[in-house]
């Protein structure tokens, strides 16, 4: 039963996996919720882990959620699950529709559809925010430390252009120093 | 026949070699495919990667795998991108796997928890960051600003796929009133956002 709601979610998020892994989140979030397959903690710790691995985030954690969720069978599955939608979607593209970039209706689809996955990743932030109990008003070690770690990673990712993977290391070893 | 599975086994193991590669993003694998599916095998040349890159865009899923799946099809038909498809897979699965088992027997150690708890923020700054980046080619006038405002609270109360649907459709339905309304909008895509004339604009997006 868990592998066939794995397999469920992900084959759903693949067939909507519009502008990149983190648009998904909160699909992801909504499923992981409804089933109580981990902890939201759990869940941005997978997302982390995802992100740090070479490969789509969407698929890292799908294999991640799966396997916490159910063991290796899960992971495959969910795998799979997150895979088929792209195999199916890019034969049939390939095989009938090779200049569907140029074609208006997918441009006009695309005005709409971008500024929605860039409110999708917005409230996936949000989410993992108040999940983590992120957003403290009271002045304490843990949120003038957590708003200084925001802002330093940002600021790599932004203006010194850092791989998100290097960002997410160098913040583990801050992270090592100061609350442990 | 036999020709024919050489080459679907050609096509696996050359992705099969070329996904570790994918780290923060699939566009970071374009300049290793141009160097071994066009310079190195001759498979396909520049103009067919463009397409098919532009094509990976549009369709949902990773650009990794969308990528790698349309070559494998454009070169061995449905067993080529099969082939393509688990070349690209399998080693990131091996990988993230082997990453969540080691997790799930070391997650007490305290110094592995005192790491998550600072890398959690950092999460969600990558994930701000994401959307600033996708934010910049998808907000282009007052009507894409609307609509991605309106999305963010929506989001807590209609189910994320739905809203998907919403904004693909808003799209279809705003684009053709607004020209009627004497509106230009241009849809055609900078060549800022080419990942191959500008592959570090891609860095972190699309991931």
Redesign the interface.
């Known amino acids: 039963m868990v592998l066939w709601e794995l397999f469920k979610t992900f084959f759903?998020t693949?067939?909507?996996?519009?502008?990149?892994?983190?648009?998904m989140?909160?699909?992801i979030e909504?499923a992981v919720t409804e089933y109580g397959w981990i902890s939201a903690?759990r869940l941005?710790?997978?997302?982390?882990?995802?992100?740090?691995?070479?490969?789509?985030?969407?698929?890292?954690s799908a294999?991640?959620i799966g396997?916490?969720a159910a063991g290796?069978s899960g992971?495959i599955v969910s795998?799979i699950g997150?895979?088929l939608?792209?195999?199916i979607?890019?034969?049939t593209?390939?095989?009938f529709f090779?200049k569907?970039?140029h074609n208006?209706?997918?441009?006009?689809?695309?005005?709409?559809?971008?500024?929605?996955?860039?409110?999708?990743?917005?409230?996936?932030?949000?989410k993992?925010?108040l999940a983590?109990n992120?957003i403290n008003l009271g002045i304490s070690f843990r949120s003038i430390s957590?708003c200084l770690?925001?802002g330093l990673?940002?600021f790599a990712?932004?203006k010194l252009?850092w791989?998100?993977?290097y960002?997410?290391i160098l913040?583990?070893?801050?992270?090592?120093a100061?609350?442990? | 026949m036999q020709v024919q599975w050489k080459l679907v086994f050609h096509i696996f193991w050359t992705f099969f070699k070329i996904?570790?590669?994918?780290?923060?993003?699939?566009y970071a694998m374009i300049p290793f495919i141009i160097k071994e599916i066009v310079e190195k095998r001759k498979w396909l040349t520049n103009d067919d990667i463009n397409?098919v890159i532009?094509?990976?865009?549009?369709?949902?899923?990773?650009?990794?795998?969308?990528t790698a799946?349309?070559i494998g099809?454009?070169i061995a038909g449905?067993r080529g991108?099969?082939a393509a498809?688990i070349g690209v897979?399998l080693?990131?699965?091996l990988?993230?796997?082997t990453?969540?088992?080691s997790?799930?027997y070391i997650?007490d150690n305290?110094?592995l928890?005192?790491?998550?708890?600072?890398?959690?923020?950092?999460?969600?700054?990558?994930?701000?960051?994401?959307?600033?980046k996708?934010?910049k080619?998808?907000?282009s006038d007052k009507t894409?600003?609307f609509?991605?405002?309106?999305?963010?609270p929506?989001?807590?109360f209609i189910?994320?796929?739905i809203?998907?649907?919403?904004?693909?459709?808003?799209?279809?339905i705003?684009?053709?009133l607004k020209r009627k309304l004497g509106y230009n909008?241009d849809?055609q895509k900078s060549k800022d956002e080419d990942p191959t004339i500008n592959p570090?604009y891609f860095?972190?997006?699309?991931?």
């Open positions: 759903i693949g067939f909507v996996s519009f502008g990149g892994g983190y648009a989140i909160p699909i909504k903690e941005t710790n997978m997302i982390a882990i995802a992100g740090m691995s070479p490969g789509p985030i969407a698929a890292n294999i991640l396997y916490s290796i992971a795998a997150i895979l939608p792209s195999l979607l890019v034969i593209v390939a095989a090779v569907l970039h208006p209706l997918v441009e006009r689809m695309f005005y709409g559809l971008k500024p929605l996955v860039t409110s999708l990743i917005i409230f996936a932030a949000i993992f925010a983590n992120m957590y770690i925001f990673s940002l990712l932004l252009r791989n998100p993977v960002v997410i913040s583990g070893l801050l992270g090592v100061l609350y442990s | 996904s570790p590669v994918t780290f923060g993003g699939g397409d532009a094509l990976s865009q549009t369709v949902p899923g990773a650009v990794a795998v969308n799946t349309f099809y454009r449905i991108a099969l498809m897979s080693p990131t699965f990988i993230v796997l990453l969540g088992v997790y799930y997650h305290p110094k928890e005192a790491a998550f708890v600072s890398i959690r923020v950092t999460i969600v700054a990558i994930i701000v960051y994401a959307a600033i996708i934010a080619t998808a907000i894409t600003y609509i991605m405002a309106a999305g963010v929506v989001l807590f189910h994320p796929v809203a998907i649907l919403f904004g693909a459709i808003t799209g279809l705003v684009v053709p909008i849809l570090d860095m972190g997006a699309g991931i």
